[in-house]
């Protein structure tokens, strides 16, 4: 499967975006597609994971109540919805999609800069 990242951007703080990751080459119905983020000089961390046939979704603490993922099957896409965005949010959001022991695939990743 290959997935490809939009809907970063620009924002003030506590503004909104919306990225999504659409996936092709595969349907994504039994796979595990999460969204990571990495900014300068920081390890790359977990924001938030959908188990997509089960539609069971987790999140990273400091987006508990502000991020939302969310899968559309039919456009075979995964959505992750940020609200209330914070300066510490800046970062390249990046998609992962898992399956079984297959090693996991990326996307190209796409830049969210909250400005201040």
């Known amino acids: 499967v290959q997935l490809v990242e939009s809907g970063g951007g620009l924002v003030q703080r506590g503004g909104s975006l919306t990225l999504s990751c659409a996936a092709s080459g595969d349907r994504i119905d039994d796979y595990a597609i999460g969204w990571f983020r990495q900014a300068p000089g920081k390890e790359r961390e977990g924001v938030s994971c959908?188990?997509?046939?089960?539609?069971?979704?987790s999140y990273k603490d400091s987006v508990k109540g502000r991020f939302t993922i969310s899968s559309d099957n039919a456009k075979n896409t995964v959505s992750l919805q940020m609200n209330s965005l914070k300066s510490e949010d800046t970062a390249v959001y990046y998609c992962?999609?898992?399956?079984?022991?297959?090693?996991?695939?990326w996307g190209q990743g796409t830049q969210v800069t909250v400005s201040s």
């Open positions: 992962n999609a898992e399956y079984g022991d297959r090693a996991p695939l």
């Open positions: 959908i188990t997509v046939g089960s539609n069971r979704s």
